[in-house]
């Protein structure tokens, strides 16, 4: 009897291991090109066994210098909570999922944007798999709306800090649009993504990246051995933590979203893949002015796309919005639906001021039930 119950208790413990290991739930590559107009929308499906206190984290390479990352609500495209609208990236990035955040995840998913990176690959660590430990308490500081308050942490908190590891500020007394600068000790940026990021909820992460990190934090101090300085405004700090990821890596990719496929663009090509606009119209693609330049009233967009076959009988439709405020591209009070039937859509260019918008602002092609094929600038007469 003692044997089967050691042998129980085995096998649990063996499921609870095997639960606790980063998964990948998204295979790229996708391009996340420059102006904001390109994104990746994760399933629900991919979050149902994610929870309170888990981590997203992003994979991504060829960042430039002035990418920056984000985790939206394909609701309304905000940020999905007030700290991922946008921010600034060097190396992985990652979100804590939150009381506010799961529901959102586990309804309606999540999409992945910002400009200048490529996303290589996207996973879901437990909290289980992720340990504190406690490097600075205190006493709390009061974060000002000058920036003048500073939060001093000696280089001896960092002993043990590693490449991979978070550092976690905990703050309470968040109020509308605070945020965080995380300084060396002579009052310089760490680096561009913590030059004034936004906080929210009951913690601000950053991820060390790069054993020059690690040597600044750990090395670099002042004759009082200060490596770090903590400032911003509209919160108060309480204390700070060192998160890093213990156990394994689940291998089984089987059970990932796949991104689509990416091509190499053809001449006159502004998009070409396989990108799906489900029912809940939370589908765009969005282009930039700068293909537009030289179009004139005799140009036109083709749009190709084949439906969805789970529309529950609705149509599937497509507008044109500005980029600026999403408007009817053609200035009209309320957007012009088309009716789409798996054909090629031949849109032509011949309304004045939706020729100056596109010009001006670039497009949105926003809509449901299809996806999205090609998208090709037609310069008629050439």
Not at 89 to 117: C, Q, S
Request: proline content about 5%.
């Amino acid at each position: 009897m003692k044997q089967l119950t050691y042998i129980a208790l085995l096998m649990l413990w063996a499921g609870l291991t095997a639960t606790a290991a980063e998964r990948t739930i998204l295979l790229g590559p996708k391009t996340i090109g420059a102006g904001w107009k390109d994104n990746v929308v994760i399933m629900p499906e991919q979050f149902q066994s994610v929870a309170v206190g888990d981590i997203i984290t992003v994979y991504n390479d060829r960042a430039k210098g002035n990418a920056q990352g984000a985790f939206q609500d394909p609701k309304d495209w905000s940020g999905i909570a007030e700290e991922y609208g946008y921010f600034g990236i060097a190396g992985p990035f990652r979100m804590t999922v939150t009381e506010e955040i799961l529901p959102k995840l586990k309804a309606r998913g999540v999409a992945i944007a910002g400009h200048d990176y490529r996303i290589v690959k996207v996973t879901h660590t437990p909290a289980a798999d992720i340990v504190e430990r406690i490097v600075w308490r205190g006493p709390s500081r009061q974060m000002k709306d000058d920036w003048s308050v500073y939060a001093d942490v000696p280089a001896a908190a960092f002993r043990e800090l590693r490449v991979g590891d978070g550092l976690r500020f905990h703050v309470s007394r968040v109020q509308q649009g605070a945020a965080l600068k995380l300084c060396d000790f002579t009052y310089n940026a760490l680096d561009a993504s913590v030059g004034g990021a936004p906080v929210g909820g009951d913690a601000f992460t950053y991820y060390v990246t790069t054993p020059a990190t690690v040597a600044q934090l750990t090395q670099l101090k002042n004759a009082e051995g200060i490596s770090m300085r903590v400032s911003g405004k509209g919160y108060r700090l309480d204390k700070i933590g060192i998160v890093s990821q213990v156990g394994g890596v689940d291998e089984d990719e089987s059970g990932a979203q796949r991104c689509p496929p990416e091509y190499v663009l053809a001449p006159g090509e502004l998009f070409r893949g396989e990108k799906a606009f489900p029912m809940d119209w939370s589908g765009n693609q969005r282009f930039t002015a700068e293909p537009f330049q030289e179009c004139t009233a005799a140009d036109c967009l083709v749009i190709g796309n084949t439906l969805l076959p789970d529309r529950g009988g609705d149509k599937a439709q497509l507008s044109m919005r500005e980029q600026r405020h999403w408007q009817e591209i053609t200035g009209a009070e309320e957007p012009l639906w088309m009716d789409l039937d798996g054909t090629d859509l031949v849109y032509p260019l011949d309304n004045a001021v939706a020729l100056d918008n596109i010009k001006t602002r670039g497009v949105v092609i926003t809509g449901r039930g299809f996806v999205l094929n090609k998208v090709e600038l037609i310069h008629v007469g050439e």
